[in-house]
T-cell receptor, first 116, second 114 residues
Framework: AQSVTQLDSHVSVSEGTPVLLRCNYSSSYSPSLFWYVQHPNKGLQLLLKYTSAATLVKGINGFEAEFKKSETSFHLTKPSAHMSDAAEYFCVVRGVMDTGRRALTFGSGTRLQVQP | EAGVAQSPRYKIIEKRQSVAFWCNPISGHATLYWYQQILGQGPKLLIQFQNNGVVDDSQLPKDRFSAERLKGVDSTLKIQPAKLEDSAVYLC????????????FGNGTRLTVT
């Protein structure tokens, strides 16, 4: 079985300050990990993905995430928040289920607010 | 490239009525997914197609939900009869289905059941 825990349901930062969105995962096999962003009334957009290459992954819009196997974490960071970053962020794990089939599991999301 | 197209964007129906959603995936994408996203939660997989075959429908409430992808391209998801708890955003996504190819999502259909 696999699971994803996003440790904060809401995060509020000031514009220009760093962003940290936390994600822990559980997977029986070496997983692939993704971060998606969802702006209001929009579909989900891929920010970045980890697929067993470099542990520090750079994505779009200045976001990056570091895969830490020992901590089973895949936290999303950005050095300086912009107003346009306000959105819902989802951490996603893709691993092998008990059936042998690969499947995605979504976290419950973190709503990022950016204050002017 | 054109993205995943979904229609309608919004739908309001009364309980016990039926409703259908349509999805046109990115051209050439073999895998198509339907997700249900209840307010405040992450998306939950309803059904996954590989071309026109069903790969996973284990979480589809088959007594009221049905989906098809007859020609392996666009897809429809139907609810009959609808319940209040079906109020959600229904997201369609597609991918090439190869390796760890990412999912590309449509903007979703927001369903309100009154």
């Amino acid at each position: 079985a696999q699971s994803v825990t996003q440790l904060d349901s809401h995060v509020s930062v000031s514009e220009g300050t760093p962003v940290l969105l936390r994600c822990n995962y559980s997977s029986s096999y070496s997983p692939s990990l993704f971060w998606y962003v969802q702006h209001p009334n929009k579909g989900l957009q891929l920010l970045l993905k980890y697929t067993s290459a470099a542990t520090l992954v750079k994505g779009i819009n200045g976001f990056e995430a570091e895969f830490k196997k020992s901590e089973t974490s895949f936290h999303l960071t950005k050095p300086s928040a912009h107003m346009s970053d306000a959105a819902e962020y989802f951490c996603v794990v893709r691993g092998v289920m008990d059936t042998g089939r690969r499947a995605l599991t979504f976290g419950s999301g973190t709503r990022l607010q950016v204050q002017p | 490239e054109a993205g995943v197209a979904q229609s309608p964007r919004y739908k309001i129906i009364e309980k016990r009525q039926s409703v259908a959603f349509w999805c046109n995936p990115i051209s050439g994408h073999a895998t198509l997914y339907w997700y249900q996203q209840i307010l405040g939660q992450g998306p939950k997989l309803l059904i996954q197609f590989q071309n026109n075959g069903v790969v996973d429908d284990s979480q589809l409430p088959k007594d009221r939900f049905s989906a098809e992808r007859l020609k392996g391209v666009d897809s429809t998801l139907k609810i009959q009869p609808a319940k209040l708890e079906d109020s959600a955003v229904y997201l369609c996504a597609s991918s090439t289905g190869q390796g760890d190819s990412p999912l590309h999502f449509g903007n979703g259909t927001r369903l309100t059941v009154t």
